[in-house]
């Protein structure tokens, strides 16, 4: 109620319009928990489902969607919108051993709400042999929708880290996605609905690792 009461005073006191965007993901991450890991604070829905070893930041908890059908358990960055978003950094998907399925991470991008962001799914498996796998896909109000292609290779193909590299431009819309140097013709779309946004990491029904974070970019303004 206080962070809505700002909002209001805000408004009211003709404050800056680029502040509402940080007071509306604080009245978001009421509902949470909150981490620390990787130089950066993170609103996850449970703190306990995540563990910071070595540097590295683990999803411990694979909690799957129901309906809705789109992701929940991700971490997401506190953070100001990126107009301009770079990030880079290691993953590596949970071990077979663990469950023995076909695994898979993700990277939230554009997230404007829990009903409105894209994301990037990395997986052992390809598009075409799972549509809902390995490639770029769209919430806004719904299930999640792909919007890039289903052609290109697997792009966690084996239980080393990989290095992903995500780049994100809010005014053309588009998303590319290099995963150990070499471009996965999935790994690109185009979506002008969400512009700006705040960024996650997690899965949609796995475990996984993430470390070596860096963000470079620009704030929405």
């Known amino acids: 109620m206080q962070v809505l009461t700002r909002i209001g005073n805000c408004r009211r006191n003709g404050v800056a319009t680029r502040l509402l965007p940080l007071l509306l993901a604080a ?50 960055a506190r953070t100001a919108p990126y ?17 023995s399925r076909r695994t898979s991470v993700m990277i939230v991008y554009a997230w404007r709400g829990p009903d409105h962001f894209n994301y990037a799914h990395l997986s052992v498996d390809t598009g075409k042999q799972q549509p809902v796998h390995n490639g770029i896909f769209h919430v806004y ?5 792909r919007i890039s292609s289903e052609e290109g290779p697997p792009t966690l193909k084996d239980e080393s880290w990989h290095k992903v590299k995500l ?54 303004r």
């Open 167 to 220: 780049v994100y431009d809010a005014d053309s819309g588009r998303v590319d996605v290099w995963v150990n140097g070499a471009t996965s013709p999935s790994m690109a779309a185009v979506d002008l609905s969400l512009k700006a946004g705040r960024f996650g990491i997690g899965s949609f029904f796995d475990m996984g690792s993430f470390r070596n974070l860096k963000v470079t970019g620009e704030i929405a």
């Open 27 to 76: 009245a978001l991450a009421v509902a949470g928990d909150s981490i620390h890991a990787l130089g950066l604070d993170w609103d996850v829905p449970v703190a306990a489902d995540w563990n910071l070893d070595g540097g590295a930041l683990q999803l411990l908890v694979p909690r799957p969607s129901t309906q809705p059908r789109r992701p929940t358990q991700y971490a997401l």
């Open 141 to 145: 109000g719904g299930d999640r929708v």
């Open 83 to 99: 107009r301009k978003l770079t990030l880079e950094f290691e993953v590596k998907k949970e071990p077979a051993e663990a469950r």
